[in-house]
T-cell receptor, first 117, second 114 residues
Framework: KAGVTQTPRYLIKTRGQQVTLSCSPI?????VSWYQQTPGQGLQFLFE???????NKGNFPGRFSGRQFSNSRSEMNVSTLELGDSALYLC????????????????FGPGTRLTVL | DQQVKQNSPSLSVQEGRISILNCDYT??????FLWYKKYPAEGPTFLIS?????DKNEDGRFTVFLNKSAKHLSLHIVPSQPGDSAVYFC?????????????FGTGTRLTVIP
């Protein structure tokens, strides 16, 4: 079974631009979560989509948004890029079992390395 | 505020010996804990998990221990192999903020010396 794929793998943008990252989950997985990894803050949860609806959201500004399509593929958008948005953006998919802890294991893609100049 | 902490940024172990990676958490509402390992240029790979109703879970060479009263968990790798060299992340979740809202520690870099 194919794993989680993310495109593009590397991206360079300038301040003020916007960017869209894409994630294709493992076949059969309905939940897609996005994380940001930076050297200073580590891995931080951005949001989760399940059945085309945002189910959970982390503490990031509104410039970070996402969506999920009917085939469970997800996109993440960052508008008005800032230097501090430079990071590795990771997507994780899971079956999307109930919201109770312990029912769902997430599998991560390789990430998209975003550099903002 | 870091709710999951890995206080050892690095650990070196001889091949064949036991590796013990530690993790502490502050949020008593966490009910599920996971360990991931990460190689450079790859995403984290799921290793093993444990529910808060258990105190031990074993999978081959990997065992996770949970001490809820101390808010502490550890990952034991026995015997350690050079291929285990990677960064290990501890993560936790709870039903309130969502099973897929994982809170991660900052990672411990394990080096297994042949």
């Amino acid at each position: 079974k194919a794993g989680v794929t993310q495109t593009p793998r590397y991206l360079i943008k300038t301040r003020g631009q916007q960017v869209t990252l894409s994630c294709s989950p493992i076949s059969g997985h309905r939940s897609v979560s996005w994380y940001q990894q930076t050297p200073g803050q580590g891995l931080q949860f951005l949001f989760e989509y399940f059945s085309e609806t945002q189910r959970n959201k982390g503490n990031f500004p509104g410039r970070f948004s996402g969506r999920q399509f009917s085939n469970s593929r997800s996109e993440m958008n960052v508008s008005t890029l800032e230097l501090g948005d430079s990071a590795l953006y990771l997507c994780a998919s899971s079956l999307g079992a109930s919201g109770a802890g312990g029912a769902d294991t997430q599998y991560f893609g390789p990430g998209t390395r975003l550099t903002v100049l | 505020d870091q709710q999951v902490k890995q206080n050892s940024p690095s650990l070196s172990v001889q091949e064949g010996r036991i590796s013990i990676l530690n993790c502490d958490y502050t949020n008593s509402m966490f009910d599920y804990f996971l360990w991931y390992k990460k190689y450079p240029a790859e995403g984290p790979t799921f290793l093993i998990s444990i529910s808060s109703i258990k105190d031990k879970n074993e999978d081959g060479r990997f065992t996770v221990f949970l001490n809820k009263s101390a808010k502490h968990l550890s990952l034991h790798i026995v015997p350690s192999q050079p291929g285990d060299s990677a960064v290990y992340f501890c993560a936790a979740s709870n039903g309130i903020t969502g099973a897929n809202n994982l809170f991660f520690g900052t990672g411990t870099r394990l080096t297994v010396i042949p």
